[in-house]
């Protein structure tokens, strides 16, 4: 690790913490503009050495640095880090070190001062309105660890006076960033928190890379990962991966929202198949453990006996419980009181789990709720997994059935849908009913889905759907190049995805004309729809000088969907009759029903001749029905063209340089 020296503000390298004598400082802060980093101190550095003012290094680095340095000196510390500058963020390696170390770093610190240039000096720090309690320093993701981290920690003003310490604010900091008092405190060892309360801690804080989410919280947890910016949010699923191989707090599944009590998914309306971020085992951010804050672990034991207990089963011989269970409709396995172990494994099938699960089915729906060892200490309710059998696996008998995680209950409108992925277990009985279906209770190994794939299956392509309303538009670069070949459009054309030309169902009809600006020469693209089905046709059209065109005066939505004033787009009949126009030619129009754009060998198809040809090729925008257009225009006849413009550049070219040489 790099330190500074305080009373030069020179670098200086230790391979660990216990090697600095006499301990050292350390800055938690929030990084502002103009930040001065380790290479423009060493810049700095050599910089004055060479003019000789060398000692002068510490008055010319920022302000930032010198003030602290200065504060830490007055204090007695001879060293201090600051994570601006005293990292070498050119070095992957040196930056993965430093973050996988830096929670210890602050552990080991003599103090570390907390710097919140936001905050002026006051006393009034407990009022609802004071600026310390709206510092940015409590909305960011790095310095979670730095308050709970260090032993003896320094909050600092604007001016660099000190507003208080992390010991004797311990209460107001637990109002402000939920983190318990015992634990700022070390009253209450951080080991002993609960996974879901320490990531609601995380839950209201940013980090500027989505990738900081996760490696923010690596000390908090007590794990070590490889350090990969632009892997994006699979960090965070990384993260809770390593969490999972060395804790077996199960409250690491306990986030979202809980089905509340007394509601039945069975007799509401469920949606089945809808990607959802809570399908699955791992949270896809923080911010998804907001409500998650009262969730504790308890033992396996205490669970299960409280979810048996839930359905009407109490604890006697298996065969007495045999008897009463087929009169109520409720079984259990042989094996229901043997208490196992949970085991959790992340496998490519999906996390591979043995748990108690309690299963019902309503037709081909299949509902469960598998009992995981953890408790809402809120509602002092124990808590489950809702589970649903995959939809390609609905009825199929396998060994290890799978199941995706959360039920989505749509309501009268789409945005009246809520989504459950937790159950209370109390009331499992009646979550799970459904007129007089019977309820499963059993130790079962299942996979779940832990996380969503990384590319989305091939029968999941958005495909367009018949009948509906199709969009399309050309790219902004399109009518440069062709104008570079001498075409120019009639009218304005869509280049964005905000005025992406909008064909409704049925029978309606854009048309595009292009026009050369040197030879008589003109092409027009028809994109329509027939019976729902989205096609297009494009060709050569008889070319008109402008003093025999007929003036005529068009609607503005005309204008709008580029017609032509002078040549007629094909009716937009109901049956897509051939269209008519002079000099059209593009019979194709007559089997528009049956070519459509979906049969394109991948979306292109080419209209003409080898001595004329327009090639038009759609590409899926989004995952929605707006398309990109592109158009070529080939043939014979534009390559000899090319050809003479090239000859007559050059010519010109070597005249110019003839005259100049004269």
Same mark, same amino acid.
């Given at each position: 690790?790099?330190?500074?020296?305080?009373?030069?503000?020179?670098?200086?390298?230790?391979?660990?913490?216990?090697?600095?004598?006499?301990?050292?400082?350390?800055?938690?802060?929030v990084?502002?503009?103009?930040?001065?980093?380790?290479?423009?101190?060493?810049?700095?550095r050599t910089?004055l050495?060479?003019?000789?003012?060398?000692?002068r290094?510490r008055?010319?680095?920022?302000?930032?640095?010198r003030?602290?340095?200065?504060?830490?000196?007055?204090?007695?510390?001879?060293?201090?880090?600051?994570?601006?500058?005293c990292i070498?963020? $050119?070095?992957s390696a040196?930056?993965?070190?430093?973050?996988n170390?830096m929670?210890?770093w602050?552990?080991? !610190?003599q103090?570390?001062?907390?710097y919140?240039?936001?905050?002026?000096?006051?006393?009034?720090l407990?009022?609802r309105?004071?600026?310390?309690?709206?510092s940015r320093?409590?909305?960011?993701?790095?310095?979670?660890?730095e308050l709970i981290a260090?032993?003896?920690?320094?909050?600092?003003?604007?001016d660099?006076?000190?507003?208080?310490t992390?010991?004797?604010?311990?209460?107001l900091l637990e109002t402000?960033t939920?983190?318990?008092a015992?634990?700022?405190t070390?009253?209450r060892?951080?080991?002993?928190v609960?996974v879901?309360?320490?990531m609601?801690?995380?839950?209201?804080r940013?980090? $500027?890379?989505?990738e900081?989410?996760?490696?923010?919280?690596?000390g908090?947890?007590?794990?070590?990962?490889a350090?990969?910016?632009?892997?994006?949010?699979?960090?965070f699923?990384?993260?809770?991966?390593?969490i999972?191989k060395?804790t077996s707090?199960?409250?690491l599944f306990?986030?979202?929202n809980?089905?509340p009590i007394?509601?039945?998914?069975?007799?509401?309306?469920m949606?089945?198949g #809808?990607?959802?971020?809570?399908?699955h085992m791992f949270?896809?951010?923080?911010?998804?453990?907001?409500?998650?804050g009262n969730?504790?672990?308890i033992?396996m034991?205490?669970?299960?006996?409280?979810?048996?207990k839930?359905?009407?089963?109490?604890q006697?011989s298996r065969?007495n419980?045999?008897?009463?269970? !087929?009169k109520s409709?409720?079984?259990?396995?042989?094996?229901?009181w043997?208490?196992?172990?949970?085991?959790?494994?992340?496998?490519t099938?999906g996390?591979?789990?043995r748990?108690?699960?309690?299963?019902?089915?309503?037709?081909?729906?299949?509902?469960?709720?598998?009992?995981?060892?953890?408790?809402?200490?809120?509602?002092g309710?124990?808590?489950?997994?809702?589970?649903?059998r995959?939809?390609?696996?609905?009825?199929?008998?396998?060994?290890?059935?799978?199941?995706?995680?959360?039920?989505? #209950?749509?309501?009268?409108?789409?945005?009246m849908?809520?989504?459950?992925?937790?159950? &209370?277990?109390?009331w499992?009985?009646?979550?799970?009913?459904f007129?007089?279906?019977?309820?499963?209770?059993?130790?079962?190994?299942l996979?779940l889905?832990?996380?969503?794939p990384?590319r989305a299956?091939?029968?999941?392509?958005?495909q &367009?759907?018949?009948g509906?309303?199709?969009?399309?538009?050309f790219p902004?670069?399109?009518?440069?190049?062709?104008?570079?070949?001498?075409?120019?459009?009639?009218?304005?054309l869509p280049v964005?995805?905000s005025?992406a030309?909008?064909?409704?169902?049925?029978?309606?009809?854009?048309?595009?004309?292009?026009?050369?600006?040197?030879?008589?020469?003109?092409f027009?693209?028809?994109?329509?729809?027939?019976?729902?089905v989205p096609?297009a046709?494009a060709?050569f059209?008889?070319?008109k000088?402008?003093?025999?065109?007929?003036?005529?005066?068009?609607?503005?939505?005309?204008h709008? $969907?580029?017609?032509?004033?002078?040549?007629?787009?094909?009716?937009?009949?109901?049956?897509?009759?051939?269209?008519?126009?002079?000099?059209?030619c593009?019979?194709?129009?007559? !089997?528009?029903?049956?070519? !459509? #754009?979906?049969?394109w060998?991948?979306?292109?198809? $080419?209209?003409?001749?080898?001595?004329r040809?327009?090639?038009?090729?759609?590409?899926?925008?989004?995952?929605?029905s707006?398309? #990109?257009?592109?158009?070529r225009?080939?043939?014979?006849?534009?390559?000899?063209?090319a050809?003479?413009?090239?000859?007559?550049?050059r010519?010109v070219?070597?005249?110019?340089?003839v005259?100049?040489?004269i």
């Amino acid at each position: 690790m790099w330190l500074l020296r305080t009373s030069t503000a020179e670098l200086e390298h230790f391979n660990s913490p216990f090697d600095v004598k006499g301990g050292y400082a350390i800055l938690s802060h929030v990084w502002q503009d103009h930040e001065q980093c380790f290479q423009d101190l060493q810049a700095l550095r050599t910089q004055l050495a060479v003019t000789g003012y060398k000692h002068r290094l510490r008055s010319r680095v920022s302000a930032k640095i010198r003030d602290c340095c200065i504060l830490a000196k007055s204090h007695g510390y001879d060293w201090l880090w600051i994570d601006t500058c005293c990292i070498d963020r $050119t070095s992957s390696a040196e930056l993965s070190e430093a973050i996988n170390s830096m929670y210890e770093w602050y552990a080991y !610190s003599q103090v570390c001062y907390a710097y919140l240039h936001d905050v002026p000096n006051t006393r009034d720090l407990y009022s609802r309105d004071s600026r310390f309690r709206d510092s940015r320093w409590f909305t960011r993701g790095w310095t979670l660890q730095e308050l709970i981290a260090p032993r003896s920690l320094v909050f600092l003003a604007e001016d660099w006076s000190v507003l208080g310490t992390k010991a004797g604010l311990a209460d107001l900091l637990e109002t402000i960033t939920g983190v318990d008092a015992d634990v700022l405190t070390f009253r209450r060892d951080l080991g002993s928190v609960s996974v879901a309360r320490r990531m609601s801690w995380a839950s209201h804080r940013k980090t $500027t890379r989505p990738e900081d989410e996760a490696y923010s919280l690596m000390g908090i947890f007590g794990v070590h990962m490889a350090t990969i910016y632009g892997e994006g949010h699979r960090a965070f699923r990384r993260l809770q991966e390593e969490i999972l191989k060395r804790t077996s707090d199960q409250t690491l599944f306990a986030w979202g929202n809980v089905l509340p009590i007394r509601t039945a998914p069975f007799r509401e309306q469920m949606a089945y198949g #809808i990607y959802h971020p809570d399908n699955h085992m791992f949270a896809p951010s923080p911010a998804a453990f907001s409500h998650s804050g009262n969730m504790v672990p308890i033992s396996m034991k205490d669970a299960v006996e409280n979810a048996l207990k839930g359905i009407g089963i109490k604890q006697r011989s298996r065969t007495n419980m045999q008897v009463s269970f !087929s009169k109520s409709m409720r079984r259990l396995s042989d094996d229901a009181w043997n208490f196992a172990l949970p085991d959790f494994m992340v496998t490519t099938h999906g996390m591979r789990a043995r748990l108690l699960v309690i299963e019902s089915s309503a037709g081909q729906s299949v509902l469960a709720v598998a009992v995981l060892a953890c408790k809402d200490t809120t509602t002092g309710s124990f808590v489950g997994l809702l589970l649903r059998r995959r939809a390609d696996e609905q009825g199929a008998t396998l060994k290890y059935p799978r199941y995706h995680v959360g039920v989505t #209950i749509r309501g009268m409108h789409v945005w009246m849908r809520l989504r459950y992925r937790l159950s &209370h277990v109390d009331w499992v009985r009646h979550a799970l009913s459904f007129n007089s279906s019977g309820i499963t209770a059993r130790w079962q190994q299942l996979y779940l889905s832990h996380r969503p794939p990384s590319r989305a299956p091939s029968s999941s392509a958005p495909q &367009h759907k018949h009948g509906a309303a199709f969009r399309f538009f050309f790219p902004r670069w399109l009518e440069v190049e062709l104008d570079k070949q001498g075409f120019r459009p009639d009218a304005k054309l869509p280049v964005s995805r905000s005025d992406a030309s909008k064909l409704p169902q049925w029978a309606s009809i854009a048309t595009f004309t292009f026009t050369h600006r040197r030879i008589q020469e003109a092409f027009r693209i028809h994109v329509g729809q027939c019976r729902g089905v989205p096609w297009a046709v494009a060709g050569f059209v008889a070319y008109k000088p402008p003093s025999a065109r007929i003036p005529s005066v068009l609607p503005p939505s005309q204008h709008r $969907t580029g017609i032509s004033p002078f040549l007629k787009p094909p009716p937009a009949s109901s049956n897509c009759s051939e269209p008519q126009g002079p000099g059209v030619c593009i019979r194709a129009a007559k !089997s528009a029903c049956t070519g !459509s #754009i979906a049969s394109w060998p991948n979306g292109t198809r $080419t209209f003409g001749d080898a001595e004329r040809n327009v090639q038009l090729t759609f590409t899926r925008a989004n995952s929605s029905s707006t398309h #990109i257009l592109d158009v070529r225009v080939g043939g014979h006849r534009f390559d000899r063209l090319a050809e003479r413009w090239q000859a007559g550049r050059r010519l010109v070219h070597l005249s110019c340089t003839v005259m100049g040489r004269i």
